[in-house]
C-alpha cells in the first residue's frame, strides 16, 4: 500500500522528535510495552509519555491495547503500511544510545518482576527479558 503525501507528512512529524524516535527504537526491538516501561526507560513523566505515545498513535505507527487499566504499546511491522519505512529508520535506531536505555528498561522489568505496584508484564516482554537475563547469565549478548 502506498503512503499519501499528507499520512507521510503526519508520520515524518510524529518522528521529529527524539523521545518519539527513542519510543519507536524500543518497540521496535521489544515488541510490546506498556507506558510505564516507557516511563522507566527514558526516564520522562508519565504525562510526557502519554502525550508522546498519542501522537505516535494519532500517527498510525503504533497501537495501543488495553490490560485493565494499563495501556500496551505495539509497533505491528507486519500489518503497518509504513512497515518498510519503520524498518529503514529501526536500521538507524541502534548503538550505545539504545543499549543504555534498554539497560533501564532491563532494570526496571527486573524490579517489576517482584513488585506488585505496577502493571504486569505483557506475555512478549516477560519472553524477551527471560532470554536476555540467560544471555546475560551464561556471558553472551
Same mark, same amino acid.
Request: aromatic share 6%.
Given at each position: 500500500? /502506498? =503512503?499519501?503525501? /499528507? ?9 521529529? &522528535? ?59 511491522? &507486519? ?50 527479558? /527471560?532470554?536476555?537475563?540467560?544471555? =546475560? ?5
Amino acid at each position: 500500500m /502506498k =503512503l499519501t503525501y /499528507k499520512k507521510l507528512s503526519r508520520i515524518f512529524k510524529s518522528l521529529s &522528535d527524539e523521545t518519539r524516535l527513542k519510543v519507536v527504537a524500543l518497540l521496535i526491538k521489544r515488541k510490546r510495552l506498556c507506558e510505564c516501561d516507557i516511563v522507566k526507560a527514558l526516564g520522562i513523566t508519565q504525562t510526557k509519555a502519554s502525550r508522546h505515545l498519542r501522537y505516535l498513535l494519532n500517527a498510525g505507527l503504533v497501537t495501543d491495547l488495553r490490560a485493565g487499566r494499563w495501556v500496551h504499546y505495539k509497533i505491528d511491522l &507486519d500489518r503497518s503500511e509504513s512497515t518498510r519505512l519503520l524498518k529503514v529508520i529501526s536500521s538507524y535506531l541502534q548503538g550505545r544510545e539504545l543499549k543504555k536505555i534498554e539497560e533501564k528498561l532491563d532494570e526496571w522489568l527486573r524490579k517489576k518482576e517482584i513488585s506488585s505496584f505496577s502493571c504486569p508484564a505483557s506475555p512478549e516482554v516477560k519472553k524477551f527479558h /527471560k532470554l536476555n537475563l540467560k544471555n =546475560l547469565k551464561s556471558g553472551r549478548k
